[in-house]
């Protein structure tokens, strides 16, 4: 089956860090990677994509590439806020030719940026 | 462009009764997909509505069942409700026609609390 992991923190930074939050995933076929953010409260936000293995998916300062051959997906942000304290959940979705299933997710890394 | 719509914000049940929580996906989008989060479990998949048809479902007790309306809008129901019931439940919609490249888009969710 497909599955998703990553590190469930909490991962506690100071701002103006270097943040990366591993992913990776298991899958039958070839899937789309995402990475949502909750901030609390609230429901999930997609913060990025990418869809074929070596895209790179940016938004906001956040990045991650699409590596097939380690079957990884790490969101890495090179100056952390404050502001981007919040649960980041990696997912995976594949059409297995019976149709698109929903998404599978990860557990959430719990992200705490420090002032 | 309004996103997705979930109602009610809260809803605090007994143990036995039925919970009816809706929602309204995003404009042009077909597909209603239901999540339930509860604390410490990660976002465990429900049900999956596409044009009026349940296409797929989780590895849930059939006391949770739904619906989608020809508007697209969609229905989770839950009977006889139990404690462990308590959860966020995230409601997502998404466009279908790139089949499994779609992000889904997810709404605030309701807070479902049995006691």
């Known amino acids: 089956g497909n599955s998703v992991t990553q590190m469930e923190g909490p991962v506690t930074l100071s701002e103006e860090a270097f943040l990366t939050i591993n992913c990776t995933y298991t899958a039958t076929g070839y899937p789309s990677l995402f990475w949502y953010v909750q901030y609390p409260g609230e429901g999930l936000q997609l913060l990025l994509k990418a869809t074929k293995a070596d895209d790179k998916g940016s938004n906001k300062g956040f990045e991650a590439t699409y590596r097939k051959e380690t079957t990884s997906f790490h969101l890495e942000k090179g100056s952390v806020q404050v502001s981007d304290s919040a649960v980041y959940f990696c997912?995976?979705?594949?059409?297995?030719?019976?149709?698109?299933?929903?998404?599978?997710f990860g557990k959430g890394t719990h992200l705490i940026i420090q002032p | 462009e309004a996103g997705v719509t979930q109602s009610p914000t809260h809803l605090i049940k007994t143990r036995g009764q039925q919970a009816t929580l809706r929602c309204s996906p995003i404009?042009?989008?077909?597909?209603v997909y239901w999540y339930q989060q509860a604390l410490g479990l990660g976002l465990q998949f429900l049900l999956w509505y596409d044009e009026g048809e349940e296409r797929n479902r989780g590895n849930f007790p059939p006391r949770f069942s739904g619906r989608q309306f020809p508007n697209y809008s969609s229905e989770l129901n839950v009977n006889a409700l139990e404690l462990e019931d308590s959860a966020l439940y995230l409601c997502a919609s998404s466009w279908e026609l790139n089949r499994g490249n779609s992000p889904l888009h997810f709404g605030n969710g309701t807070r479902l609390t049995v006691t």
């Open positions: 404009s042009g989008h077909t597909s």
């Open positions: 997912a995976l979705r594949i059409y297995s030719g019976g149709g698109a299933d929903g998404l599978t």
